[in-house]
C-alpha cells in the first residue's frame, strides 16, 4: 500500500508527523516510499504526494471550514448539519469549475432552520447542485457524453470522478459503515471526509482503520480528509491519500 499525506494548520501546511524529521532539501520517506524534502527554512512544509486535485480538496475543505466557523457555535444542535452543507457546497463548487456533473443534496429541513438562525446571509452562499438529490453517495462528481441541456442527458452517464462520503459522528462504527460504500464503487477518487475529537491521533486510527479495510486493488484512489471538532481549540486538518 502506497500512503502519503500532510497536516494543515490555521492555513498553512506542517509535516506530518509520521514522517521522519528533515530540513530543506533532505528527503521524507513515508511508509517505506521515499517523497521530496520537506521543511524549507521558514519552518513549513511543503504537501507531499498527493495529487493536484487532491490538494485543491484538502484546501478549499480547510478554507472553507475556517473562514464559516464563526457560524457553527450559533447553530447549537445543527453545527453537524451546517459543516455538512459547508462540505457539500465547497466540493459542489469545485466539481462544477472542474467542469463535472455534480449529484448532491441539502437537507430542507436544516437549511429552513440555519436560515432562521443566521439569516439569508450564509444560505445565500450555498451553490445548488446540476442535480439536486443524492445519488449512491453523499456526493459525487460524474462524466456524461450528453448536454444536460437535453432531457435524456443523464443516461449518458460515463464515469465517476469523485465518490464522497461525509460522517461527522465520531465513532470507528459510523465513520466505517459510511466508508465500506467506498470500497465498492467504480470512482477515479473516493473520498470520506470526517471530525475527530481532540487529539490528531483519533484521525490517525481512523485513518488506519480504512487503510486495514481497504481492498488492495489496481488503480483504486483514497483520499481521506480528517478535521477538529472545535475549530477553535485544535486547529490542525489531516488528510491522507492511498492506493
Not at 65 to 86: C, D, E, H, P, W
Not at 88 to 99: F, Q, T, V
Not at 155 to 162: F, G, Q, V, Y
Not at 221 to 241: C, G, H, I, S, T
Request: charged fraction near 30%; hydrophobic fraction near 35%.
Amino acid at each position: 500500500m502506497s500512503v502519503s499525506g500532510h497536516r494543515l494548520w490555521a492555513g498553512v501546511q506542517w509535516q506530518q508527523q509520521q514522517y521522519s524529521g528533515c530540513r530543506s532539501g533532505e528527503t521524507v520517506k513515508d511508509h517505506g516510499k521515499t517523497g521530496s524534502g520537506c521543511l524549507d527554512p521558514g519552518g513549513r512544509s511543503v504537501t507531499m504526494g498527493l495529487t493536484k486535485i487532491e490538494k485543491e480538496i484538502v484546501g478549499l475543505l480547510e478554507k472553507e471550514l475556517m473562514v464559516n466557523k464563526k457560524y457553527f457555535n450559533q447553530v447549537g444542535s445543527s453545527t453537524r448539519a451546517l459543516k455538512t452543507i459547508n462540505i457539500k457546497s465547497a466540493l459542489n463548487k469545485l466539481g462544477r469549475k472542474r467542469g463535472h456533473v455534480v449529484y448532491t443534496s441539502y437537507n430542507k429541513r436544516s437549511l429552513t432552520n440555519l436560515r432562521k438562525k443566521l439569516g439569508n446571509a450564509f444560505v445565500s452562499k450555498i451553490i445548488q447542485a446540476d442535480w439536486p438529490h443524492e445519488w449512491l453517495f453523499d456526493l459525487c462528481w460524474a462524466r456524461h457524453s450528453g448536454d444536460p441541456k437535453d432531457k435524456d442527458w443523464w443516461k449518458t452517464l460515463k464515469h465517476l470522478e469523485l465518490a464522497c462520503e461525509i460522517e461527522l459522528v465520531f465513532t470507528e462504527d459510523a465513520i466505517l459503515e459510511d466508508f465500506q460504500k467506498l470500497i465498492v464503487c467504480d470512482s477515479k477518487l473516493r473520498l470520506i471526509v470526517f471530525q475527530y475529537g481532540d487529539e490528531e491521533s483519533d484521525a490517525d486510527s481512523i485513518i488506519k482503520m480504512c487503510q486495514k479495510y481497504s481492498p488492495e486493488r489496481k488503480n483504486f484512489r483514497y483520499l481521506a480528509v480528517a478535521f477538529p471538532q472545535d475549530l477553535d481549540k485544535a486547529k490542525n486538518f489531516v488528510a491522507e491519500a492511498w492506493t
